[in-house]
């Protein structure tokens, strides 16, 4: 079992930034592509970004492009997303997510993809 622990989450204003960490306690990321997501109330879940196992090739969703980056420690075993001029819009519960994978370079944007999620934390942003 994968645990991954979120955090980094609260209310903040619109402009402000925001750092969120995730971390697999006890365990390593090394093996596993590691994702981001969002989801608001009653709206589906979206792909914001993901990182490859060696950290190298990321890709974003093009509605957070430019302003939120992923970026991984694969000594601390955490990965985390950076997220710079927050808007209102941006408000939802955040998610990391891994997938196991033996290709070093390869990223996903599928949640289906991914095989482990941690519980969530939330970001709002206020106007």
């Known amino acids: 079992q994968v645990q991954l622990v979120e955090s980094g989450g609260g209310l903040v204003e619109t402009g402000d930034s925001l750092r969120l960490s995730c971390a697999r306690p006890g365990g390593t990321i090394r093996d596993y592509v590691m994702g981001w997501f969002r989801q608001v109330s009653g709206k589906e879940r979206e792909f914001l970004a993901s990182v490859s196992r060696n950290g190298v090739n990321t890709r974003s969703s093009d509605s957070v492009k430019g302003r939120f980056i992923i970026s991984r420690d694969n000594v601390k075993d955490t990965v985390y997303l950076q997220m710079n001029s927050l808007e209102p819009e941006d408000s939802a519960v955040y998610y990391c997510?891994?997938?196991?994978?033996?290709?070093?370079?390869?990223?996903?944007?599928?949640?289906?993809?991914?095989?482990?999620w941690g519980q969530g934390t939330q970001v709002t942003v206020s106007s």
């Open positions: 997510a891994a997938a196991a994978t033996i290709y070093a370079d390869a990223v996903y944007w599928l949640d289906r993809k991914y095989t482990y």
